[in-house]
């Protein structure tokens, strides 16, 4: 069963070990440590549970990856930013798609958000499988936009809207 919950101290050396794998990074933001550290873990553990918007992704109870939305900023405050990862041992399992079903679900159902959007490197065409399954659409594509070691990245945009 997948689910979503806090993290625990217990995450550490499963946060290192997935975090460490170039292949879970890859795709995702260059703001994560590398290499990522037991200290870099204990930081994560105590900022995401202070955080409203931050989960651990679980299966049958073992953790296995991060999901998060990033509220906007003033006019934008009604739409936010997800975000997520899954460890590769756990990867086309169905994984990402639910947790980000639930996930999305929560936020419209337990915050004002009307808009939730993911920006997705052009080549990660498994994460942007996961959000067409989850009813986002394509807004956009944003032509080198992102640099990421040593290379520019075409980022597309996809985005799910409340309906009314």
Not at 98 to 110: C, D, G, P, Q, R
Request: hydrophobic letters at 45%; proline letters at 2%.
């Amino acid at each position: 069963m997948i689910a979503l919950r806090e993290f625990k101290t217990s995450d550490v050396s499963s946060l290192v070990s997935h975090l460490n794998n170039p292949q879970v990074t890859q795709y995702i933001t260059a703001a994560i440590a590398q290499p990522y550290t037991i200290d870099d873990a204990l930081w994560w553990i105590e900022h995401s549970n202070s955080q409203p918007h931050i989960k651990a992704i679980t299966l049958d109870g073992e953790f296995v990856g991060c999901i998060s939305a990033q509220q906007g900023l003033f006019e934008y405050s009604r739409s936010a930013e997800l975000g997520y990862w899954i460890g590769q041992q756990h990867w086309n399992q169905g994984i990402a798609t639910k947790a980000v079903e639930l996930f999305s679900a929560t936020l419209f159902s337990t915050t004002d958000f009307k808009r939730l959007f993911v920006s997705v490197v052009a080549a990660n065409v498994s994460s942007i499988r996961v959000l067409e399954k989850n009813e986002f659409s394509l807004e956009g594509i944003l032509k080198q936009a992102s640099f990421k070691q040593g290379e520019f990245f075409d980022e597309h945009i996809l985005s799910k809207i409340l309906a009314d």
